[in-house]
């Protein structure tokens, strides 16, 4: 990836924490909000709230029924959103944005029409959220295909060495993910589709943490598949995407049944619209595709080159500040290299729950758990971590205010 | 609301230097319960003589909280009836979906009063609760065994 410097000057976060209202609130009287629980969900700008407002006040319909005034409006902005998603991440056409529930929807549905059965192998990784886990589980588990992972190296990294073992001629897809929401590592897709490629197999890349984060283009990745989430990318909860070229959605069977989907229907059998429609049965989230449409826009403004710079950079200030306090390690690259803001740390032997629970009552809202992506845990040895998560709203000043907070913590448990 | 609430020096206190803790020979039944939203753990044994408790052992891991609370816990009902138990189980249940409303009864919870902060906290009630399910399940398994073996 290469990073313009110049890229850096687009962002002015002061103008920009204006447009997110919530960056305002206090969390108690006197205790201001930091949030750093992005990679959980991003906050919401004022014209994401305003495009769905606007949506139910003057345009609520159902779309493709109809054909009052209302019902065109509706379609139009379901419609016109989804053209806004694949000019985004560089897609060939609009017909190749699926909209779904969100990403896990995406993954499941691939994990239900990609072909394997017995004999075949699906592949993914140790470090892959559930979502991009359980689903393949489940599919291998009805199919009687096997799964297979790609192990971790100590400092957060795919194990490439495992590659030539693991991915073979039984391979038929390879899912991954393209920022790992515990690590933050960012995985080589070029090596990893090459190896999938020489056997043959899909590939399915899980973007939910890359598309929100930095200029994603899918003619370029060279996948079959990709799936991300709206809320994680200034959107609405309650909508997802999934991208994948028109030639496999017309080939894949489809997946839920349902109004839309459909071409003709008898009782005896029906035949299948065409894609994207095949693959969103009843009625979609048409509201949440409207402030969709408005988290791309003001995504594509601000610019995901710039994005991306000040967020690797916050990045880098966050790792050496947060590694300057004694008896905390990183789980997952140490450094700003092929990595993203989503920091995971122990703390000593404090456990997570305690140090969230005090950083709250600083303000400071970070993510504790196994964040889904338990076997990754397990693999590093703790049995959860504290995260710290950021987004092109974040400032150093919610680092500083993390750091501090963390040394309180400290001090409390006499760590 | 203070954390300091939740946080009270008892409970600092046994998380510090749990009771009881380490998994010792011989017991009744032994299981293992998880807190799958925070990956806390614990594996319980309990030894039951007769209707008392001869020893309830433990290995744990997780916050502050549920450490705190598994060897409080072993403090409440070792060397007790099982009956005794059984009431401190009720009453810390009704402390911890008392939403900081109830004042708890020291009689019957003993340190386990120090908890009541901690039902104001609902993600952390499930981190005080942990070891307590886990005593309650292991318990009516050996009372089964023991019952069972015994006609
Ligand atoms: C890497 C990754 N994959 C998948 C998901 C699932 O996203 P959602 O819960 O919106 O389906 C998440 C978010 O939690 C994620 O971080």
Redesign the interface.
């Known amino acids: 990836m290469t990073l313009d410097p110049a890229a850096k000057l687009a962002i002015d976060i002061a103008r920009i924490r204006k447009d997110f209202p919530i960056l305002d609130r206090e969390v108690?009287p006197g205790v201001p909000l930091v949030y750093l629980d992005s990679a959980a969900t991003s906050q919401k700008p004022a014209q994401v709230l305003d495009a769905m407002r606007d949506y139910y006040e003057r345009h609520n319909a159902n779309v493709h029924r109809g054909i009052h005034t209302l019902a065109e409006e509706a379609t139009a902005i379901y419609e016109g959103a989804r053209a806004k998603v694949a000019t985004f991440v560089n897609a060939s056409s609009p017909s190749e944005i699926v909209f779904t529930k969100n990403s896990s929807e995406a993954l499941n549905l691939l994990a239900h029409v990609l072909p394997f059965g017995p004999g075949d192998d699906v592949v993914v990784t140790e470090m892959e959220h559930h979502s991009n886990l359980v689903p393949w589980q489940l599919a291998t588990q009805r199919t009687g295909a096997t799964l297979k992972w790609i192990g971790l190296t100590d400092d957060g990294r795919l194990d490439l060495d495992d590659l030539d073992r693991v991915i073979t001629e039984r391979t038929k897809v390879v899912s991954f993910v393209h920022q790992s929401n515990l690590l933050g590592t960012i995985n080589p897709v070029d090596a990893m589709v090459a190896k999938a490629r020489s056997v043959g197999a899909r590939v399915v890349l899980d973007c939910s943490q890359s598309v929100p984060h930095m200029g994603v283009d899918v003619q370029a990745l060279g996948v079959d598949a990709i799936a991300f989430t709206g809320h994680k990318m200034l959107g609405p909860t309650g909508i997802g995407v999934l991208w994948a070229p028109l030639a496999r959605l017309e080939e894949w069977p489809p997946f839920l049944g349902g109004g839309e989907m459909i071409d003709e229907v008898t009782m005896a059998g029906s035949t299948w619209a065409v894609p994207p429609h095949k693959y969103e049965a009843g009625t979609p989230p048409i509201a949440e595709a409207a402030g969709l449409g408005a988290a791309v826009d003001y995504l594509t403004d601000v610019g995901m080159d710039a994005v991306r710079v000040h967020e690797h950079e916050l990045t880098a200030y966050a790792l050496e500040q947060l590694q300057s306090i004694e008896g905390l390690r990183i789980i997952g690259p140490p450094t700003a290299e092929m990595r993203g803001g989503a920091i995971s740390f122990a703390l000593g032997d404090l456990?997570?729950?305690?140090v969230g629970?005090?950083l709250?009552?600083h303000g400071i809202a970070v993510r504790?758990?196994?964040h889904c992506a338990?076997p990754a845990?397990l693999r590093y040895g703790v049995?959860?971590t504290t995260r710290a998560s950021v987004h092109l709203y974040s400032s150093t000043e919610d680092i500083d205010a993390l750091v501090e907070g963390l040394r309180q913590v400290k001090v409390?448990?006499g760590a | 609301?203070?954390?300091d609430s939740?946080?009270q020096e008892i409970i600092?206190d046994h998380y510090k230097n749990p009771h009881h803790k380490g998994l010792r020979e011989p017991y009744d039944a032994q299981v293992h319960h998880l807190n799958p939203?925070?990956?806390?753990?614990i594996t319980l044994r309990v030894s039951l003589d007769g209707e008392n408790v001869a020893d309830v052992s433990y290995d744990s891991?997780?916050?502050?909280?549920?450490q705190a609370s598994a060897s409080v816990l072993t403090d409440l009902v070792i060397g007790r009836s099982v009956a005794h138990g059984q009431a401190a189980y009720d009453a810390f249940v009704e402390l911890m979906q008392s939403k900081g409303q109830l004042e708890p009864d020291e009689d019957v919870l003993e340190d386990a009063v120090a908890f009541a902060g901690v039902s104001k906290?609902p993600a952390?009630v499930k981190?005080a609760l942990l070891a307590w399910m886990a005593w309650r399940d292991a318990v009516l398994q050996a009372a089964a065994d023991v019952s069972g073996s015994a006609s």
């Open positions: 108690r456990h997570p729950h305690d629970q005090l709250d009552e504790v758990g196994h338990r845990c049995p959860a409390f448990f | 609301m203070s954390v939740m946080y600092l939203t925070c990956g806390d753990e891991e997780g916050c502050s909280i549920s906290y952390r981190c």
